[in-house]
């Protein structure tokens, strides 16, 4: 398993720029800004939820949920117990005023705070959702594989015994995920992506895994 390249995508600097960007936009013109993997990106951890009955009160957060569209479309399903957290604070205000618009603020509560750092949640939650974060965590220029296990046991002190994780890579495939959450974590489903084919290869472009955290 190969460390990447540092990028500026996995710094707060940048993120801060995107959603400065992002809330502006949305107050202009009224876009709710990119969904990051696309919509099926979204419909895929919706389905899987309503394949398994997931029961509507079930808590849920969505760590470094960004605009927060995943927890809208969760919320449009009927799921009302919806945290979302991220460390841009216009990324939380963007995400508040999608919500206040879709209607949903009542389904889903916002807070800005850093998933490694300053996250505290009172109750462990049942479900984990991350798409795309655990992916910028990876590409910190400031020793990646250090905050890569800040990551994980900080997502050990949020989900309960048993809890699941539904993560969505661009970075990582199936194996180098189990790699990395394996001690902790076993996984359970893995989600159907788009394949792509080149040079008589084929191959996932994106990666989504179901994990049951370890009693
Ligand atoms: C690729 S974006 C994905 C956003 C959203 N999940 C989506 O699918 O549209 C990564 C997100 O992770 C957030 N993020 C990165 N590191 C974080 C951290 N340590 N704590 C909280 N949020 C973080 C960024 O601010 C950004 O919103």
């Not at 460390?87 to 995400?95: G, N, R, T, V, W």
């Not at 618009?101 to 509560?109: D, P, R, T």
């Not at 495939?173 to 989600?191: I, M, R, S, Y």
Request: glycine letters at 8%; hydrophobic letters at 35%.
């Amino acid at each position: 398993m190969e460390d990447f390249s540092p990028s500026a995508l996995g710094t707060k600097e940048h993120w801060d720029a995107v959603y400065r960007r992002e809330l502006k936009t949305f107050q202009d013109f009224g876009d709710e800004g990119e969904i990051w993997f696309g919509e099926g990106s979204m419909t895929r951890v919706v389905r899987w939820m309503t394949s398994q009955n997931v029961p509507p009160t079930t808590s849920i957060v969505d760590i470094g949920t960004g605009n927060g569209m995943l927890l809208v479309e969760l919320a449009k399903s009927g799921y009302s117990n919806l945290t979302g957290i991220d460390y841009c604070s216009d990324a939380i205000e963007l995400a508040r005023n999608i919500c206040e618009k879709e209607g949903l603020s009542h389904s889903i509560n916002l807070q800005v705070a850093d998933f490694l750092d300053s996250f505290s949640p009172p109750e462990q939650y049942d479900i984990g959702l991350d798409k795309g974060t655990f992916d910028a965590v990876s590409l910190d220029p400031s020793v990646s594989e250090v905050k890569r296990r800040q990551y994980i046991q900080s997502l050990c002190r949020t989900l309960k015994p048993n809890g699941r994780f539904i993560i969505t890579s661009c970075n990582w495939t199936k194996d180098e995920l189990l790699q990395q959450f394996g001690n902790e974590f076993e996984v359970t489903d893995e989600l159907p992506t788009p394949t792509f084919s080149f040079g008589g290869h084929s191959g996932h472009s994106v990666t989504a895994l179901v994990f049951r955290r370890r009693s």
